[in-house]
């Protein structure tokens, strides 16, 4: 079972910025990370895809987000990053992570990004 770590949420005024990262709990005894994403739930919405990157780092993003949130990933640490800019009230929402290691994925437990004057 791997255990996926979030971290970064909180509160950001209109216009303003967040970064997100995730990785496994024990990222050292994990040898291989294939596919990793974002989805985000907005409340009474279902969860959607915010971006994705494969494991040679080929990225696509919801057209919502296009031009604002940039998914990038270190390797060697099996870490991945959500970087946000112009942050909107709509991308309010619980953020999770999710990753394919040995051929399953796994879920984050999610981060609250809450964007709000």
């Known amino acids: 079972q791997v255990q996926l770590v979030e971290s970064g949420g909180g509160l950001v005024q209109p216009g303003g910025s967040l970064s997100l990262s995730c990785a496994p709990h024990e990222s050292e005894s994990i040898f291989s990370v294939g596919a990793m994403a974002w989805y985000r739930q907005a409340p009474g919405q279902q969860r959607a895809l915010v971006a994705h990157?494969?494991?040679?780092?080929?990225?696509n993003y919801a057209d919502s987000v296009k031009g604002r949130f940039t998914i990038t990933r270190d390797n060697a640490k099996n870490t991945m990053y959500l970087e946000m800019n112009s942050l909107k009230p709509e991308d309010t929402a619980v953020y999770y992570c999710?990753?394919?290691?040995?051929?399953?994925?796994?879920w984050g437990q999610g981060t609250q990004v809450t964007v709000s004057s």
């Open positions: 999710n990753m394919v290691v040995g051929f399953q994925g796994y």
């Open positions: 990157i494969t494991a040679v780092g080929t990225t």
